[in-house]
Nanobody, 119 residues
Framework: QVQLQESGPGLVKPSQTLSLTCTVS??????????TNWVRQPPGKGLEWMGA???????YYSPSLKSRTSMSRDTSKNQFTLQLSSVTPEDTAVYYC???????????WGQGTQVTVSS
């Protein structure tokens, strides 16, 4: 059974860089055809896809966040990292990593981690 776990600071100051890690267990992140996506949900709003890394390491970013987003992976640790720069209070959300065979359909989700941007 594949499991995903997000981790990172729960509070980030405005203008700083948010950094989160997604640790995958029960399956390799290099398994053919799988994407690991980052999705967030601001309070009172719907899910927003932020981007993804596929099994080969190729990255895909939401056009609205591309200028501030960077995603990477560590295959030795079976982990993915999300970095979002120049954060504002509008980046306050629950952040999820989710795994699936596309950028929009997911088989497995992490439990999510709350990130608040505040001074």
């Amino acid at each position: 059974q594949v499991q995903l776990q997000e981790s990172g600071p729960g509070l980030v100051k405005p203008s700083q860089t948010l950094s989160l890690t997604c640790t995958v267990s029960g399956g390799s992140i290099t398994t053919n055809s799988y994407y690991t996506n980052w999705v967030r949900q601001p309070p009172g709003k719907g899910l927003e896809w932020m981007g993804a890394i596929d099994y080969s390491g190729s990255t895909y970013y939401s056009p609205s966040l591309k200028s501030r987003t960077s995603m990477s992976r560590d295959t030795s640790k079976n982990q993915f990292t999300l970095q979002l720069s120049s954060v504002t209070p509008e980046d306050t959300a629950v952040y999820y990593c989710a795994r699936g065979r596309s950028l929009s359909e997911y088989d497995y989700w992490g439990q999510g981690t709350q990130v608040t941007v505040s001074s």
